[in-house]
């Protein structure tokens, strides 16, 4: 079943390119590494993994269609609960993988919807990623093994201490240029 694997290791992989930018964008936010890191670096690398994130979970709903495993049609990777198998757990990462398009695309709507609609619609990632956690938790077939519940809860763990550090801990100031001083 060449497709259903391609499927399995794509939806992982999307998972960890999205754990991985979730955490890049708190970086952005916390700024922990202080100065050591430039803020156009951190964007860089965030909005990356994003779109990487984006490419991995591309190729595992292509290959979800293309296997014979499961039926799964177009149209289940568009609308969430249509898929056969445990429709509510698949339906739900529909609605994550479509926030995610979203979010991904207000980066180059940032200037127009605002900083301040883009920022409010950059919260819905917390609920797009815990919606990606309990699709690989309910939907995936390898959630049961002991690997793939240490990949998930370091994901969590990672990105629960990650926001507490950002909540707690004020961002180092900003870079500021010395003085410009004319002859």
């Known amino acids: ?109 940032r200037r127009r919807i605002g900083q301040r609609a883009w920022r409010k619609l950059h919260w819905a990632t917390y609920g797009l990623f815990a919606a990606a956690t309990a699709h690989g938790l309910m939907a995936g077939t390898d959630s049961g093994r002991g690997w793939t519940l240490a990949l998930y809860l370091g994901a969590v763990g990672a990105v629960a201490f990650a926001t507490a550090w950002c909540a707690i801990v004020p961002a180092a100031p900003p870079r500021r240029r010395p003085p410009q001083h004319n002859p």
């Open 1 to 109: 079943p060449t497709f259903w694997i391609i499927a399995r290791a794509a939806g992982l992989t999307a998972y960890l390119l999205l754990a991985t930018s979730v955490l890049a964008g708190l970086v952005v936010k916390a700024k922990p590494f202080g100065r050591a890191l430039r803020a156009a670096t951190a964007v860089d690398l965030h909005r990356t993994l994003a779109m990487l994130s984006l490419g991995a979970l591309a190729v595992h709903g292509s290959a979800l269609v293309l296997d014979t495993t499961v039926d799964i049609g177009i149209g289940a990777l568009l609308l969430p609960g249509l898929a056969p198998y445990r429709p509510f757990w698949t339906g739900l990462g529909v609605i994550a993988a479509e926030l995610m398009v979203v979010v991904y695309a207000s980066f180059s709507l």
